[in-house]
C-alpha cells in the first residue's frame, strides 16, 4: 500500500459481484443459457444426490470445453471500456 501511495496509484474499490465487471458472469450466463435451450428440465432431475450433481457437473463441464475462445478475448478486451463506463456513470457510488 505504501508504494502505490508513493507512486500516487489509487486503487478503486471493485465490489466482487458487480457483473459488469465480473466476466464470469458473462460465462456462466452463456452456459445457463445454453443448459435451459437444451436442458429445460435439468434443474427437475430426481435420484440420488450424487448422480445428479455428477450428471449437473458433466453437462456443465461439457458445455464449459465446447465455449469459443473469442468469447474470452472479447470479454478481456472490453474490461478498460466497462470500467471506464461505470465510474463515468457514477454507478459506482449511487448503486452501493
Known amino acids: ?14 465490489l466482487p459481484y ?3 465487471l465480473n466476466p464470469i458472469e458473462n460465462i456462466q ?3 445457463k443459457d445454453k443448459l435451459s435451450k437444451h436442458y429445460p428440465d435439468l434443474h427437475l432431475m430426481k435420484g440420488p444426490e450424487n448422480v445428479v450433481k455428477k450428471t449437473i457437473e458433466e453437462t456443465i463441464t461439457q458445455y464449459w470445453e465446447h465455449l469459443d475462445s473469442k468469447i474470452f478475448d472479447t470479454l478481456a478486451g472490453s474490461m478498460v471500456g466497462r470500467v471506464g463506463a461505470i465510474i463515468k456513470a457514477g454507478e459506482w457510488y449511487t448503486k452501493y
Open 1 to 14: 500500500m505504501r508504494w502505490l501511495r508513493e507512486h500516487e496509484i489509487t486503487l478503486l474499490e471493485i
Open 18 to 20: 458487480l457483473p459488469d
Open 29 to 31: 450466463s452463456l452456459i
